[in-house]
Each structure stands twice: as structure tokens, then as C-alpha cells.
């Protein structure tokens, strides 16, 4: 089987592997990188949430083979300290119940927030539409990147 | 009359302490023996050990307070509610305790089920007893060593003080106050004097939660383990026949692929290995029993809807003779579908079988049975099974199951290896235990105005409504009232999902109410009122729901939401409801987009006693009320020859954020001790989103889903 080598979280890491392997095994099996979720494998969910060149890209349905030339964020590599502005407000907010999803949403709420730092309510609850809450934790979801982005724009 | 009564404790606490070879104090309780309705030592206490303990307080040197929760969290915030109703009468800063998950050891004690919204109504008194015995331990040493009457020594914040103005902190009088008599009798704070109880505190899990740290069975591992992806009968009613495995076997990582009973386990070293393998291994099925149609089992339900076969639940007065009298009848028929539980984190569980012990680790609602049935099946001692509880991504009823812990100790069993069982999102919705299809038919006799008569009818698939569902409201409220049900047996897998039964009945019910004011002409609130003063000074001990406390949420629901008072295009729909112990009243607000309802906002009211943790509280409420308007509008689920219809996300719909309203919540103020929130936020919601659509379309939704029923009513595109 082929190796390859991926840069997740800044550090270089590689893997030998299946080339159709979804990114999201890799990081979970491989590199017990476990914050990434396995939700639904057909990106429907966005549990497996991740950013692949700072794009939130569903690690599903990526191919680790694809992966090799792009810079890698996983829920872990966020922060070093839970400062990320999404995370604070996540706490702040108190959003989670059971909490299985939150790691793709904080994932999706802080590519989305990079590329629109000052979203109206329409625009955050369309951007966070792809990921499903069985908990509906959806109204402090809302709140929580809103105020995300008080904060960062 | 008798009401909804908090569980006593009015027992001895089998509580037991010890100095720690460390320094600091334990002191150790059996956390689900105290919650039980009615707590009883396990066993004689002079001979407790602390293997009879599953939860602890350790107090340290230092003053810092541990609280080992060993509760199942499902995303229902007891393993933050829970040590708050400790850390209120040991009269601690909160932000001095730790909450850790507690050890786990199932050889020594009898876990209870995490279910039915009912950890805190059960936990209230023992919980905040344990707390206040170990403050009064801590009080008497401090007194002893400064030689005075502890009833002259207070505490605030971890620091007994005496009346002379010295000081000693927890930390500096653990040793001494471990080595002390367990006070019998202790007195517990008024409400009051609450400083952690009613305070917004955060999930206790939050860092690791927003971090991405392993906590749920999903992200557990060990060396050495394999993953096993499992190939199941594709249909209810079909069994295994034969299998090739050629395929399946040549696939890199893969380590054995086996059959088990009637499935086929594919063990390899990854997951994705495991997934992929097992669509290549080539089985074949035979038809074992009836292979069921949606169509089939519907027109089973309306033919036992129709028929005379039913078990009576509860029966007051005549209600023959008040339909035969009656001036007006209306009738009304309430169809809803199997729905899947999906739990976001699908099926999993860890088994080590070895010869000397089975280890099973992973996400379940109900760990003692489960490992009781997994020692039968092994022919194993019970003591030599454990079982050790991960966070679970959700639970909804699902994990109360255990037939995934059981394939997983099954395999490992046999593969004589440490195993964990991944189920895919289509395994998870293929191989369901489902809210089983009903139907409700419900009558009402009018005469001379007033409702004289109520029969509620149920069909179900496999299973009826059971404990005190017949005696909600409005039994009692009618003189001649009657519920039936009867069931058609089928052989797709049922059980509990998130509020069995009234999940639907309160949408059946209370829908039908509003259009039972309809035909009466009289206001749909006043009818829900005048039939709760029928209620009010009665002495059946059957009924639990207050009618004083329903009242009240009503009453606060038409004030909080401006019920009638909001400008033109706002169309508002009403539900009230009692069950898990705690009284709702929910307005839903509706407007048409493109001439198509859209639920804006829903008024929530809730009457759950004293609310423990505001800000936990609020978001099981939020949670349910959205949930349950999720699953009323889209949730659908059907069988064609036996195979579930939708096994993914592409095609089942769950409620999303841009189909979300906002959730205004009020608590009712209250002394009263507390109930549970997990449930009893979802049942109302159907029937306010059903009774605004009404509105606003001058369409009554009678089916679940309501996206389907509206389409059928062409009212949809």
C-alpha cells in the first residue's frame, strides 16, 4: 500500500493506506486524532467537520490520496488553549448537550466566520444548515457563532 | 388528593467514610441505590466495604472537592446537575469541585437505568443529604478541636467559622472529621439559602467537549483491538442462508470475517478496512417470517382501530351510554410512523472476552442488564462481567438496548480478541429499535354543551402505552372517560424513543382538543381550564398531573407568548402538557412564507419544581421543543417486504438550523422539588405547530409527518 504524507495540525505526518481511505479514518484510526466524528460517511451530517486549506471540508468524503497537498485543521489543532474565539463562545454559551456533533460545528462556524466575519443571522443559520444537532442544541448554536463573531470582527 | 410526591429518603444514609493514606477525606455512597424511589441499603452496613460504593467525595487536604459522578451521561446534563445538589449542602464554592467520572465497577452493586427522565427527581433528597452529612462531619471535628458546640459553628464557602471569629478551612480538619460517627440526622438548606442550586452552571464536560478530547465510545481504544463492521439480515423477516467471504477476506487489513447467529462479522484492523470488506462479502437470505409492508401494517392498525379487541386501560363512568345520549360526537383519527432513533454517534461497543474475565466498555443506557445478558449468553458468573460507561453522542431510548454490546462480546467470544463493533449510519438505521407506528382514534360526546364523554383508542405495532399514560390529563376531568388499546404484532424491533407514547399521543390529544372547542364553539384555552377545575379536590390516587400546576402553565403561556394580541400574519397554535413528572405549555408562532407555514418562535412554559441549573435546564427545553418539531414535521421512516426505506441522512430528514425557530423559555417559580427535563419538552411541541398550521391554513394536520400530511392536503408544492 502507498504512503502517504499529510500536514495536520503543523506537523507532518504520514500514513500507509488504501488511496480511497477517507481522511476521516486516517486522522481517527491512524493518528488518534478522535475529536474529528464519524456521523453519517456520506457528508450529510458534517460531524467529520474538518478545514482543509482553511476550507470546511467534510473529512468523510475526502480522500486521503487528494489530502497529501493540503494544510490540515483538525478540532484539536483549533487552539492550543481553547482561545479560538468559536470555542470561547461555545463555553461562554454553554452549547452542547450530548456534545457528539459540536466538534464539526465549532469546525464549520469558525471557516465560515473566516470568510465572513461579520454575518448576518440569515447568512449563520444557512452556513451552519449542513450540520445536523439530534440534541437541537440549534439555538445557542446560533448564538454562540454570533457572538463568535462579535468578537472577531 | 395525592400528587406527584418526591421520593423520600427516610432512611438511614449508607454512607461511609476513611482518611486517604494521601491525605484528605472519602467518602463514598451507592449513588443509584440512594436514588432509588425508595432508598434501601444494599447490603447490612456494618459490613460495607467501599466496592459497595459507586460514587465519591473526596475531600483534600487543600480544600479541593472531587465529586466521582459514576452517572451515564446522554447529553442530558445530570453529571453536572447531579454533584451541584452535593456541593450546595457541603457548602462549597463550586468552583472548588472537580466532577470526575466515578470508578466503574459493576461486580459489586446494581446500577440503574439512565431513563425516563428521573435522575433528579430521584436524586434531590439522598444527594443533598450525602452532601450535608459530610458538612456536619467536617462541623463536628472543628468543633472538637476547638472545643465547642457544633451547633454554634456555621459554614460558607468551604470555611467553618464559630462564633469566636476563628476560622478553619475543610482541608485542616478532613483527618479528624473522617475518624467520626456518621450523623444520623441532618438538616438540609431552605431553598432560600441556595448559592450553587438555581445558578447557571456550565456542562462540566465543556473543555474537552469543544476540544475534541476522547470521551465517547466511538473514540475508545486499545491495543491489540480489532474493528468489526457487521453484515445483518437486510430485512426484518429474512435469515442467513449461505455467505462467500472470498472477497471480503483479500481486503488489506482485513484479519477474519465470521458468522455469528444470523449475521456475519468482518473483523480487520481499521475501520475502514472493516466498512469496506463488509460490502464485499456476498451473502445470501432466506425468507424467515412476514416481510412487512408500511401499507400492510397500516391497514392492520385502522382494522384494530376499527374492531372490538382491545384491552381497557383505565375506564371511568359510561362512556357507552354517554355517546348513546350525546348530542354531538366528533371523532378523530392520528397517524404517525416508525421513527429511527439516530443518535449521532452510531452504534458501538468494546468487548474483551477472555478466559477469565469479559470486559465490555462503551455508550449504553442500561449497563447492568446488559451484562447480565451477555454472562447468559457466555455462560459466564456475573461477577466476572464489567462494564464501563463512555459519554454517549445521544441516546433518545436507543442505548437502553444492548444488542450491540452483545455482538460485540458475541464476536470477541469467538475471535478470542479484543473487539469493538462500529455500526455504520446505515447499520444504525437499518437495524433500529423504533418508535413503533400508532394510531389514536379519539371521541368526544357533547351534551348540552359540555363534553360528557372521551374515548381514546390505540393501535399499535408490537407494543401499547403503559404506566400512567392512561391517567394524564384529561382522565379524571371527564366523567365518563376511557382508554383502549390494542397492539399488531409484527416482527420489526421496537422500543423506547425519547417520551414512549406520548411523543405522539400529546399531538393526538391536544390537536384534538382544539378541535373539540371548535365544534363546541366555546374558546380552545377556556375548554383546557374549565376541564381542570373538574379535576381539582378530586382523591384519585391514580392521576399524577396537577391541575393547579397545569393551570398555572397555561394561564403563564397565554401571557408570556401575547397569545391573541400579535399583529396580523402571525399565526399562533397551543398545546399544554403533563408527563415525566413535569407540567408544559407551549405557543407556537407561525407565519406563511410563499404561502407556506414557517415556525418563527415557540413560547415555552415549564413547571419542573425548583429548576436546579438554570442554563442545563434550558437547553434540554430548547432541545426537546425543536426536536420534537422536527420529527412531527419530517420524521418519516417506512418498510417495503421488510427493509427500512431510509438508512442515511440523504434521504431521511432531521429538523436543521435554517428550519429552526427560536425558543423562548419561562420557568414557573417554585419550592416544589424538582422533576426531570429530558422528555417532557418534546410532546407538546407537534400539536402547537399542528394548531398554528391550523391557523393559518384552516387545515387540521391529523398525520405525521406534517410536511407529507400538508402535501396530501395540497397545501404544499
Given at each position: 500500500?502507498?504512503?502517504?504524507?499529510?500536514?495536520?495540525?503543523?506537523?507532518?505526518?504520514?500514513?500507509?493506506?488504501?488511496?480511497?481511505?477517507?481522511?476521516?479514518?486516517?486522522?481517527?484510526?491512524?493518528?488518534?486524532?478522535?475529536?474529528?466524528?464519524?456521523?453519517?460517511?456520506?457528508?450529510?451530517?458534517?460531524?467529520?467537520?474538518?478545514?482543509?486549506?482553511?476550507?470546511?471540508?467534510?473529512?468523510?468524503?475526502?480522500?486521503?490520496?487528494?489530502?497529501?497537498?493540503?494544510?490540515?485543521?483538525?478540532?484539536?489543532?483549533?487552539?492550543?488553549?481553547?482561545?479560538?474565539?468559536?470555542?470561547?463562545?461555545?463555553?461562554?454559551?454553554?452549547?452542547?448537550?450530548?456534545?457528539?456533533?459540536?466538534?464539526?460545528?465549532?469546525?464549520?462556524?469558525?471557516?465560515?466566520?473566516?470568510?465572513?466575519?461579520?454575518?448576518?443571522?440569515?447568512?449563520?443559520?444557512?452556513?451552519?444548515?449542513?450540520?445536523?444537532?439530534?440534541?437541537?442544541?440549534?439555538?445557542?448554536?446560533?448564538?454562540?457563532?454570533?457572538?463568535?463573531?462579535?468578537?472577531?470582527? | 388528593?395525592?400528587?406527584?410526591?418526591?421520593?423520600?429518603?427516610?432512611?438511614?444514609?449508607?454512607?461511609?467514610?476513611?482518611?486517604?493514606?494521601?491525605?484528605?477525606?472519602?467518602?463514598?455512597?451507592?449513588?443509584?441505590?440512594?436514588?432509588?424511589?425508595?432508598?434501601?441499603?444494599?447490603?447490612?452496613?456494618?459490613?460495607?466495604?467501599?466496592?459497595?460504593?459507586?460514587?465519591?467525595?473526596?475531600?483534600?487536604?487543600?480544600?479541593?472537592?472531587?465529586?466521582?459522578?459514576?452517572?451515564?451521561?446522554?447529553?442530558?446534563?445530570?453529571?453536572?446537575?447531579?454533584?451541584?445538589?452535593?456541593?450546595?449542602?457541603?457548602?462549597?464554592?463550586?468552583?472548588?469541585?472537580?466532577?470526575?467520572?466515578?470508578?466503574?465497577?459493576?461486580?459489586?452493586?446494581?446500577?440503574?437505568?439512565?431513563?425516563?427522565?428521573?435522575?433528579?427527581?430521584?436524586g434531590w433528597e439522598p444527594l443533598r443529604k450525602t452532601g450535608a452529612t459530610a458538612r456536619q462531619m467536617l462541623v463536628n471535628a472543628a468543633a472538637a478541636k476547638w472545643g465547642v458546640d457544633p451547633a454554634t459553628c456555621s459554614t460558607e464557602n468551604g470555611v467553618i467559622s464559630n462564633s469566636n471569629g476563628d476560622t478553619l478551612g475543610y482541608g485542616e480538619v478532613v483527618k479528624e472529621a473522617a475518624s467520626l460517627e456518621i450523623p444520623e440526622d441532618v438538616t438540609l438548606k431552605k431553598p432560600k439559602d441556595f448559592k450553587i442550586i438555581g445558578k447557571d452552571i456550565p456542562n462540566v464536560d465543556i473543555d474537552k467537549i469543544v476540544t475534541g478530547k476522547p470521551l465517547y465510545g466511538m473514540d475508545y481504544k486499545e491495543e491489540g483491538m480489532l474493528y468489526v463492521s457487521v453484515v445483518r439480515p437486510p430485512a426484518f423477516g429474512k435469515k442467513l442462508e449461505d455467505f462467500d467471504a472470498t472477497d471480503a477476506k483479500g481486503v488489506k487489513g482485513v484479519f477474519d470475517v465470521f458468522k455469528f447467529g444470523d449475521k456475519i462479522a468482518v473483523l480487520a484492523e481499521n475501520t475502514w478496512s472493516a466498512m469496506k470488506a463488509k460490502k464485499m462479502v456476498k451473502a445470501k437470505w432466506q425468507d424467515d417470517s412476514k416481510l412487512e409492508n408500511t401499507e400492510d401494517y397500516n391497514k392492520?392498525?385502522?382494522?384494530?382501530?376499527?374492531?372490538?379487541?382491545?384491552?381497557?386501560?383505565?375506564?371511568?363512568?359510561?362512556?357507552?351510554?354517554?355517546?348513546?345520549?350525546?348530542?354531538?360526537?366528533?371523532?378523530?383519527?392520528?397517524?404517525?410512523?416508525?421513527?429511527?432513533?439516530?443518535?449521532?454517534?452510531?452504534?458501538?461497543?468494546?468487548?474483551?472476552?477472555?478466559?477469565?474475565?469479559?470486559?465490555?466498555?462503551?455508550?449504553?443506557?442500561?449497563?447492568?442488564?446488559?451484562?447480565?445478558?451477555?454472562?447468559?449468553?457466555?455462560?459466564?458468573?456475573?461477577?466476572?462481567?464489567?462494564?464501563?460507561?463512555?459519554?454517549?453522542?445521544?441516546?433518545?431510548?436507543?442505548?437502553?438496548?444492548?444488542?450491540?454490546?452483545?455482538?460485540?462480546?458475541?464476536?470477541?467470544?469467538?475471535?478470542?480478541?479484543?473487539?469493538?463493533?462500529?455500526?455504520?449510519?446505515?447499520?444504525?438505521?437499518?437495524?433500529?429499535?423504533?418508535?413503533?407506528?400508532?394510531?389514536?382514534?379519539?371521541?368526544?360526546?357533547?351534551?348540552?354543551?359540555?363534553?360528557?364523554?372521551?374515548?381514546?383508542?390505540?393501535?399499535?405495532?408490537?407494543?401499547?402505552?403503559?404506566?400512567?399514560?392512561?391517567?394524564?390529563?384529561?382522565?379524571?376531568?371527564?366523567?365518563?372517560?376511557?382508554?383502549?388499546?390494542?397492539?399488531?404484532?409484527?416482527?420489526?424491533?421496537?422500543?423506547?424513543?425519547?417520551?414512549?407514547?406520548?411523543?405522539?399521543?400529546?399531538?393526538?390529544?391536544?390537536?384534538?382538543?382544539?378541535?373539540?372547542?371548535?365544534?363546541?364553539?366555546?374558546?380552545?384555552?377556556?375548554?383546557?381550564?374549565?376541564?381542570?377545575?373538574?379535576?381539582?379536590?378530586?382523591?384519585?390516587?391514580?392521576?399524577?398531573?396537577?391541575?393547579?400546576?397545569?393551570?398555572?402553565?397555561?394561564?403563564?403561556?397565554?401571557?408570556?407568548?401575547?397569545?391573541?394580541?400579535?399583529?396580523?400574519?402571525?399565526?399562533?397554535?397551543?398545546?399544554?402538557?403533563?408527563?415525566?413528572?413535569?407540567?408544559?405549555?407551549?405557543?407556537?408562532?407561525?407565519?406563511?412564507?410563499?404561502?407556506?407555514?414557517?415556525?418563527?418562535?415557540?413560547?415555552?412554559?415549564?413547571?419542573?419544581?425548583?429548576?436546579?441549573?438554570?442554563?442545563?435546564?434550558?437547553?434540554?427545553?430548547?432541545?426537546?421543543?425543536?426536536?420534537?418539531?422536527?420529527?412531527?414535521?419530517?420524521?418519516?421512516?417506512?418498510?417495503?417486504?421488510?427493509?427500512?426505506?431510509?438508512?442515511?441522512?440523504?434521504?431521511?430528514?432531521?429538523?436543521?438550523?435554517?428550519?429552526?425557530?427560536?425558543?423562548?423559555?419561562?420557568?414557573?417559580?417554585?419550592?416544589?422539588?424538582?422533576?426531570?427535563?429530558?422528555?417532557?419538552?418534546?410532546?407538546?411541541?407537534?400539536?402547537?405547530?399542528?394548531?398554528?398550521?391550523?391557523?393559518?391554513?384552516?387545515?387540521?394536520?391529523?398525520?405525521?409527518?406534517?410536511?407529507?400530511?400538508?402535501?396530501?392536503?395540497?397545501?404544499?408544492?
Amino acid at each position: 500500500m502507498p504512503v502517504y504524507n499529510l500536514k495536520v495540525n503543523g506537523k507532518s505526518l504520514s500514513v500507509e493506506a488504501d488511496k480511497e481511505t477517507p481522511l476521516l479514518w486516517i486522522l481517527r484510526d491512524h493518528f488518534d486524532l478522535v475529536g474529528t466524528k464519524f456521523g453519517c460517511g456520506i457528508g450529510q451530517c458534517g460531524a467529520c467537520t474538518i478545514h482543509a486549506d482553511g476550507v470546511a471540508t467534510r473529512s468523510c468524503l475526502l480522500q486521503v490520496s487528494v489530502a497529501t497537498e493540503m494544510e490540515i485543521i483538525t478540532i484539536e489543532g483549533l487552539s492550543e488553549d481553547i482561545s479560538h474565539p468559536v470555542q470561547q463562545a461555545w463555553k461562554e454559551i454553554d452549547v452542547p448537550q450530548c456534545g457528539y456533533c459540536q466538534a464539526g460545528q465549532i469546525m464549520t462556524a469558525s471557516a465560515f466566520l473566516k470568510q465572513n466575519p461579520n454575518p448576518n443571522r440569515e447568512e449563520i443559520r444557512d452556513a451552519m444548515s449542513g450540520n445536523l444537532c439530534r440534541c437541537a442544541s440549534y439555538n445557542r448554536i446560533e448564538k454562540a457563532v454570533e457572538q463568535a463573531a462579535s468578537k472577531i470582527s | 388528593m395525592k400528587r406527584s410526591t418526591t421520593p423520600s429518603f427516610s432512611r438511614r444514609s449508607f454512607i461511609r467514610t476513611s482518611a486517604l493514606a494521601s491525605g484528605g477525606m472519602l467518602i463514598g455512597f451507592n449513588l443509584f441505590q440512594a436514588c432509588k424511589p425508595e432508598a434501601a441499603p444494599p447490603v447490612d452496613i456494618a459490613d460495607l466495604n467501599f466496592n459497595d460504593f459507586n460514587a465519591f467525595i473526596k475531600i483534600a487536604d487543600n480544600g479541593m472537592v472531587t465529586i466521582f459522578s459514576p452517572n451515564p451521561e446522554i447529553g442530558q446534563g445530570v453529571k453536572t446537575s447531579m454533584p451541584m445538589l452535593i456541593a450546595e449542602e457541603l457548602d462549597v464554592a463550586w468552583e472548588n469541585v472537580v466532577v470526575a467520572q466515578g470508578a466503574l465497577d459493576t461486580k459489586n452493586f446494581t446500577r440503574q437505568v439512565a431513563g425516563g427522565s428521573q435522575s433528579l427527581r430521584h436524586g434531590w433528597e439522598p444527594l443533598r443529604k450525602t452532601g450535608a452529612t459530610a458538612r456536619q462531619m467536617l462541623v463536628n471535628a472543628a468543633a472538637a478541636k476547638w472545643g465547642v458546640d457544633p451547633a454554634t459553628c456555621s459554614t460558607e464557602n468551604g470555611v467553618i467559622s464559630n462564633s469566636n471569629g476563628d476560622t478553619l478551612g475543610y482541608g485542616e480538619v478532613v483527618k479528624e472529621a473522617a475518624s467520626l460517627e456518621i450523623p444520623e440526622d441532618v438538616t438540609l438548606k431552605k431553598p432560600k439559602d441556595f448559592k450553587i442550586i438555581g445558578k447557571d452552571i456550565p456542562n462540566v464536560d465543556i473543555d474537552k467537549i469543544v476540544t475534541g478530547k476522547p470521551l465517547y465510545g466511538m473514540d475508545y481504544k486499545e491495543e491489540g483491538m480489532l474493528y468489526v463492521s457487521v453484515v445483518r439480515p437486510p430485512a426484518f423477516g429474512k435469515k442467513l442462508e449461505d455467505f462467500d467471504a472470498t472477497d471480503a477476506k483479500g481486503v488489506k487489513g482485513v484479519f477474519d470475517v465470521f458468522k455469528f447467529g444470523d449475521k456475519i462479522a468482518v473483523l480487520a484492523e481499521n475501520t475502514w478496512s472493516a466498512m469496506k470488506a463488509k460490502k464485499m462479502v456476498k451473502a445470501k437470505w432466506q425468507d424467515d417470517s412476514k416481510l412487512e409492508n408500511t401499507e400492510d401494517y397500516n391497514k392492520a392498525l385502522t382494522a384494530l382501530l376499527d374492531g372490538k379487541d382491545f384491552n381497557t386501560m383505565r375506564a371511568d363512568g359510561d362512556v357507552k351510554k354517554a355517546f348513546a345520549e350525546a348530542d354531538k360526537v366528533l371523532e378523530r383519527t392520528y397517524e404517525s410512523p416508525f421513527l429511527p432513533h439516530n443518535c449521532m454517534e452510531p452504534m458501538n461497543f468494546f468487548a474483551d472476552v477472555t478466559a477469565e474475565k469479559v470486559r465490555l466498555v462503551g455508550p449504553i443506557q442500561t449497563p447492568a442488564g446488559t451484562a447480565r445478558r451477555i454472562a447468559e449468553l457466555l455462560n459466564r458468573k456475573p461477577e466476572e462481567v464489567t462494564v464501563d460507561m463512555t459519554r454517549m453522542g445521544g441516546g433518545f431510548g436507543r442505548r437502553l438496548y444492548g444488542d450491540f454490546a452483545i455482538e460485540a462480546a458475541e464476536i470477541s467470544n469467538i475471535a478470542k480478541k479484543p473487539v469493538k463493533v462500529v455500526y455504520s449510519r446505515e447499520d444504525d438505521m437499518s437495524a433500529g429499535i423504533y418508535r413503533p407506528a400508532i394510531k389514536y382514534r379519539i371521541s368526544a360526546a357533547i351534551k348540552d354543551g359540555k363534553l360528557t364523554g372521551y374515548h381514546l383508542k390505540e393501535a399499535a405495532v408490537n407494543s401499547n402505552m403503559y404506566g400512567l399514560i392512561p391517567n394524564f390529563f384529561p382522565a379524571g376531568a371527564v366523567e365518563n372517560y376511557q382508554v383502549d388499546v390494542a397492539k399488531y404484532d409484527s416482527n420489526i424491533t421496537i422500543g423506547a424513543w425519547r417520551a414512549p407514547y406520548t411523543n405522539f399521543l400529546a399531538f393526538a390529544e391536544q390537536s384534538f382538543f382544539d378541535e373539540l372547542a371548535e365544534v363546541m364553539e366555546v374558546d380552545n384555552i377556556q375548554l383546557r381550564l374549565d376541564l381542570l377545575q373538574n379535576v381539582k379536590g378530586h382523591n384519585d390516587e391514580r392521576i399524577q398531573y396537577s391541575p393547579e400546576r397545569l393551570e398555572q402553565v397555561i394561564k403563564t403561556a397565554v401571557e408570556k407568548s401575547e397569545w391573541g394580541k400579535k399583529p396580523e400574519g402571525v399565526f399562533q397554535g397551543f398545546s399544554s402538557y403533563y408527563c415525566h413528572n413535569t407540567h408544559v405549555a407551549e405557543v407556537a408562532d407561525v407565519v406563511l412564507e410563499n404561502d407556506q407555514p414557517v415556525v418563527k418562535k415557540i413560547t415555552c412554559v415549564v413547571d419542573c419544581g425548583i429548576v436546579v441549573n438554570p442554563l442545563g435546564a434550558k437547553n434540554q427545553i430548547e432541545g426537546g421543543v425543536i426536536d420534537g418539531i422536527g420529527h412531527a414535521m419530517y420524521g418519516d421512516f417506512s418498510f417495503k417486504d421488510g427493509v427500512p426505506q431510509d438508512t442515511n441522512f440523504n434521504t431521511y430528514r432531521l429538523i436543521r438550523m435554517n428550519e429552526t425557530p427560536i425558543v423562548e423559555t419561562h420557568f414557573i417559580e417554585s419550592d416544589i422539588a424538582p422533576t426531570g427535563l429530558g422528555e417532557p419538552t418534546l410532546p407538546p411541541a407537534g400539536a402547537a405547530i399542528a394548531n398554528a398550521i391550523r391557523a393559518a391554513k384552516g387545515v387540521r394536520m391529523t398525520k405525521q409527518p406534517f410536511v407529507k400530511n400538508m402535501k396530501e392536503k395540497a397545501l404544499l408544492g
